[in-house]
């Protein structure tokens, strides 16, 4: 068969080559034509032959692996089948896959160690009369290689890990969510080989992309997959709560901490404007739900700046899009009356 292809390749070539020629010489088209005539021929005589050898793929799968234990990579092998027949029959086999994937009871395997690794042992001669009697008439088996595939096992461990949302939102005017994504579940366990587990801190699922959201979505999705490991749940229940929103207003007053007890602070303005986004569903904030300060800890007393920084230092969980101004304010120090 090797030589087959040879051959064709060396034809092939010297096609290729001649047809430079044929804008330049007319006789050359005719060249060709014959060329390619007597190459045909010559193939047709070579596949008539029947003493060709050549080497095809069959594919195993193995199955009912014991529940503590996986395998250790794919649990799909080949097989390499060395044939023996007539050139028609075996260039079919090249042209297109002629076997089917065979099941092996891996249960039914003998067990054994192979440089400090457990696993099976699938000793391929066994499957001599069975391989024999997928072949087509004619066709006849020299070899399998390897004549013993070792089927390396290891210990299955389990974990249970959070899942991470792979999500990209858009929202319809006026609309934003009205709360966290809710997950059921929200973590679930795996199970695979131990290096690969402790590389794992989260599953995601697959991207969502959602566009123009105006109303609470609920969606069934997959998870990402991950080779080597299972997954004891595959889809998880996500429920995306949107609502429309309003803009809120609130003033909060600016509070002094780390300030010497001597000191009392007067600020300029003494309440800064918070606005806030909220849905129309929920009440609005107070004014003890917010704390805005300014922190003396690391404002040098003797070396004061023109003005002072505000910070937020406390406000509602899952605020959105909230702004306060001013971020800087003009202040007066005072000493306390005894």
């Not at 097989?79 to 023996?84: A, D, E, G, V």
């Not at 070899?143 to 974990?159: A, G, Q, V, Y």
């Amino acid at each position: 068969m090797n030589n087959i292809k040879a051959q064709l390749k060396k034809y092939i070539d010297l096609i290729l080559g001649k047809t430079r020629e044929v804008r330049e010489d007319g006789n050359a088209l005719i060249f060709l034509v014959f060329l390619f005539l007597s190459a045909c021929f010559w193939v047709l005589n070579a596949l008539q032959k029947d003493d060709y050898t050549t080497e095809v793929s069959f594919p195993v799968k193995f199955i009912n692996v014991s529940d503590n234990e996986i395998i250790k990579g794919s649990t799909k092998r080949e097989l390499s089948l060395k044939i023996r027949g007539g050139g028609f029959k075996i260039f079919r086999y090249h042209l297109r896959q002629q076997f089917s994937v065979k099941t092996v009871d891996l249960s039914q395997l003998s067990r054994t160690t192979l440089q400090g690794v457990e696993g099976a042992n699938l000793n391929t001669r066994e499957y001599y009369k069975l391989i024999q009697g997928k072949l087509a008439t004619g066709l006849e088996l020299v070899s399998i290689t390897p004549d013993t595939l070792f089927i390396p096992l290891i210990e299955k461990k389990s974990k249970k890990v959070p899942v991470k949302i792979d999500a990209k939102l858009s929202f319809d005017q006026q609309c934003q969510l009205s709360g966290p994504v809710l997950l059921v579940p929200d973590s679930v366990v795996i199970t695979g080989p131990e290096a690969t587990l402790d590389t794992m801190a989260f599953v995601s699922t697959r991207l969502l992309e959602y566009e123009k959201l105006g109303d609470t979505i609920v969606r069934n999705v997959l998870l990402n997959e991950v080779e080597g490991v299972d997954f004891i749940t595959k889809r998880i229940n996500i429920t995306f709560p949107v609502e429309p929103f309003t803009e809120a207003n609130i003033n909060v007053p600016i509070q002094a901490i780390n300030l010497p007890d001597s000191l009392q602070l007067k600020t300029f303005p003494p309440q800064i404007d918070v606005t806030y986004n909220i849905g129309l569903s929920k009440p609005l904030y107070a004014v003890d739900d917010f704390n805005a300060i300014i922190d003396f800890s690391s404002i040098d007393i003797n070396q004061l700046p023109s003005r002072l920084k505000v910070r937020m230092n406390k406000s509602p969980q899952g605020i959105n899009n909230m702004l306060y101004q001013p971020l800087f304010v003009e202040f007066l120090l005072e000493r306390k009356l005894n």
